[in-house]
């Protein structure tokens, strides 16, 4: 099986070891000429550390172009950052044939809508997060803590969601299905505690350039209640979908990143203290950031836009956005997942659910997104 990675980050990295290790074919392409020249003058060998023990391998092709990641390919992967993904998707519109599954892994919160109204089609997968915990330790080594999580993966439109899962559990076969891509992208995990810990640990993070452990120490109690309030709210959005789902401490214990106890105890902060995958992250070295960045305009602004649609309010949620962007005089709402992106706007919850059903606009709706 031949499989597309596209994105040279720490989950692209992690990606195509993987896939090599157990034998797929994968072709990673990544925009930066100079990653792509350092790995093809070391024979397109990546080492790696962690759960699969110390090694290297050889990825089957670093390909210096996105044409030549896709072509004939079974499968294409998004592993990039939310930031990036509109670039890329505009250049897959003239290679990616229109059978191929696209897997954004992850899609963030908003990502298939998004990749559907760029790609104009359907047959497009999200992940609530990264199939990976992985770190890239240099440009030819990545660290993996936890591999093939069970995440949760929506479909676009969900009417293929088993043609689409048949084809993705070749590969990830612990994945589960979400009823929609409003499931997966409503449980965004990373939305619920990224740019919170960014945000209220701002004057730490610039005083000492992130010298310390994000999670185990950026994450005190009080940031925990914060984190708390936040996925209140995301639970309430769902419930307006007709969405029943997990609260944040029970998603990192099925993402196998917590205890059970910790699970149980709805506690955030203890969720995040009994941590092991996470313990040893270090916090990032300015605000500049994908905590920021990403999870602001991938996470908890997509989030707070299907709230608005739905008549529900997300106070603590809008709280952060605003603070983000007064923080990095950015106007997130304008460059974020927002509902003109997801060809949401001016639709009810019952026009939403069944858009995300069968992929087709209500009736006297032909608006494109326009690029």
């Known amino acids: 099986m031949k499989v597309a990675v596209l994105g040279g980050g720490h989950g692209g990295y992690a990606a195509a070891v993987d896939l090599t290790l157990r034998g797929f074919e994968a072709r990673l392409f990544t925009y930066s000429p100079q990653r792509r ?53 505009r250049d897959l519109r003239a290679c990616l044939a229109p059978d191929t599954v696209l897997y954004m892994n992850p899609g963030h919160s908003g990502g298939a809508l998004r990749a559907a109204g760029i790609l104009g089609r359907g047959r497009i997968a999200e992940s609530n997060t990264l199939s990976y915990i992985a770190r890239k330790q240099s440009e030819t080594c990545v660290r993996v803590t936890s591999t093939d999580k069970p995440v949760t993966v929506g479909v676009f439109p969900a009417r293929e969601t088993d043609q689409v899962l048949a084809v993705l559990r070749r590969v990830y076969p612990h994945i589960v299905p979400a009823r929609d891509v409003l499931e997966s992208s409503l449980c965004n995990i990373n939305a619920m505690f990224h740019p919170q810990g960014v945000i209220l640990n701002a004057g730490w993070i610039q005083h000492t350039g992130g010298a310390f452990r994000f999670y185990y120490d950026g994450v005190t109690p009080a940031i925990g209640r914060v984190i708390l309030r936040n996925d209140q709210e995301r639970l309430a959005v769902a419930a307006a979908y007709g969405l029943e789902l997990e609260d944040f401490c029970t998603c990192l214990y099925r993402a196998d990143t917590t205890t059970l106890e910790a699970a149980r105890s709805g506690d955030p902060y203890r969720a995040c203290q009994e941590s092991d995958a996470n313990r040893f992250i270090q916090a990032p070295p300015s605000l500049d950031h994908r905590y920021m960045h990403e999870d602001i305009c991938s996470g908890l602004l997509p989030i707070s836009q299907l709230g608005r649609l739905a008549g529900v309010p997300t106070p603590s949620i809008d709280a952060l956005v605003c603070l983000a962007e007064a923080m990095m005089d950015r106007d997130y709402h304008r460059e974020g997942v927002n509902l003109e992106k997801m060809r949401l706007s001016g639709m009810t919850v019952e026009q939403v659910r069944r858009f995300v059903l069968d992929g087709v606009l209500p009736a006297g709706d032909t608006a494109e997104r326009k690029e």
Request: aromatic residues 6%.
């Open 37 to 89: 020249e350092l790995l093809q003058s070391r024979d397109n060998r990546i080492e790696y550390q962690g759960v699969w023990g110390a090694g290297e391998c050889r990825i089957a092709c670093i390909a210096d172009s996105m044409e030549q990641a896709v072509a004939g390919a079974d499968l294409v992967m998004l592993h990039v950052p939310g930031t990036g993904h509109e670039k890329y998707l």
